[in-house]
T-cell receptor, first 114, second 116 residues
Framework: EAGVTQFPSHSVIEKGQTVTLRCDPI?????LYWYRRVMGKEIKFLLH????????ESGMPNNRFLAERTGGTYSTLKVQPAELEDSGVYFC????????????FGPGTRLTVT | GENVEQHPSTLSVQEGDSAVIKCTYS??????FPWYKQELGKRPQLIID?????GEKKDQRIAVTLNKTAKHFSLHITETQPEDSAVYFC???????????????FGQGTILTVHP
């Protein structure tokens, strides 16, 4: 079974530019999550999709972040315009059920905003 | 909202020793506690989890204990090996109500180094 994949693995952009991160969950997983880890700190929740619907977006930092999940398959996370504090590793995870089951993480996208 | 504190931030042990990582949580409604291991350059992976109706769970050299009254849970690794070296994250979540069933709140992570 293919795992969660993310693209790109690394992205370096300048402040003010736009970046779009992509996540492909494990096939059949209705639940998709985005998390972010800023250097040396905890992994922080951003949002949770159930199929194509946003179940919980309480962790989204501000309106510069926009997440979509077209047709309940892959998801994109767009940052526009990027700021220096957006730098970090963005993880996507997917799971079969929304509670009490393993969330399978992708390898992450390392975003550096200069 | 939930807050999870994890200690220590770094832990260095000799091969064969035991390692213990502790986490405390703030929301008494939390009832599912997974532990993730992230090796260098790899993705976080679940290694063990525990639900609030259980006080202890063991899987070979790894065990997790939960004290609901004190709101803390711990990861115990016995007979450590160099391949146990990684960053370990504890997390907590609840299905007690609302819509945040899937949201994991993580601790800050513990860098475990096992010296041969």
């Amino acid at each position: 079974e293919a795992g969660v994949t993310q693209f790109p693995s690394h992205s370096v952009i300048e402040k003010g530019q736009t970046v779009t991160l992509r996540c492909d969950p494990i096939s059949g997983h209705d639940n998709l999550y985005w998390y972010r880890r800023v250097m040396g700190k905890e992994i922080k929740f951003l949002l949770h999709f159930v199929k194509e619907s946003k179940q919980d977006e309480s962790g989204m930092p501000n309106n510069r972040f926009l997440a979509e999940r077209t047709g309940g398959t892959y998801s994109t996370l767009k940052v526009q315009p990027a700021e220096l504090e957006d730098s970090g590793v963005y993880f996507c995870a997917s799971s079969v059920m929304d509670f009490g089951t393993e969330q399978y993480f992708g390898p992450g996208t390392r975003l550096t905003v200069t | 909202g939930e807050n999870v504190e994890q200690h220590p931030s770094t832990l260095s042990v000799q091969e064969g020793d035991s390692a213990v990582i502790k986490c405390t949580y703030s929301d008494s409604a939390s009832n599912y506690f997974p532990w993730y291991k992230q090796e260098l350059g790899k993705r976080p992976q679940l290694i063990i989890d525990i639900r609030s109706n259980v006080g202890e769970k063991k899987d070979q050299r790894i065990a997790v204990t939960l004290n609901k009254t004190a709101k803390h849970f711990s990861l115990h690794i016995t007979e450590t090996q160099p391949e146990d070296s990684a960053v370990y994250f504890c997390a907590a979540t609840s299905n007690a109500g609302g819509t945040s069933y899937g949201k994991l709140t993580f601790g800050q992570g513990t860098i475990l180094t096992v010296h041969p």
